[in-house]
């Protein structure tokens, strides 16, 4: 699996949210994270997962997916933020 961002992006969120895009992807190797289609009409299919990063944060990570054109699946990260205290139970209960 690949992931890409946009660098100037990852910069704005680290400010806004203090988490970096590499803190984020490391939640796609939590065995329990959760990812749900975002219903909200945007340009392209956008994702959100929520899971425990490296330092055991629980994060939601907005994303898309795609395969490039050798087949690799490939995640770009959009946004990364620390889960709300509702998100974190959420989480827990597997919801």
């Not at 890409?4 to 992006?9: A, L, Q, S, V």
């Not at 796609?28 to 909200?40: E, G, I, M, W, Y």
């Not at 330092?55 to 994303?63: G, P, Y």
Request: aromatic fraction near 10%; charge should be positive; charged fraction near 30%.
């Amino acid at each position: 699996m690949l992931f890409i961002w946009d660098t100037h992006k990852a910069t704005a969120n680290f400010r806004k949210h203090k988490v970096s895009f590499e803190m984020a992807q490391s939640v796609f190797d939590d065995p329990l994270h959760l990812s749900v289609l975002d219903t909200k009409q945007h340009h392209e299919e956008r994702w959100v997962t929520i899971g425990k990063c490296v330092t055991r944060n629980t994060l939601i990570v907005v994303h898309t997916y795609y395969d490039d054109r050798g087949g690799h699946e490939t995640i770009r990260i959009i946004s990364a933020r620390l889960a709300t205290r509702k998100e974190k139970i959420q989480y827990e209960k597997g919801i």
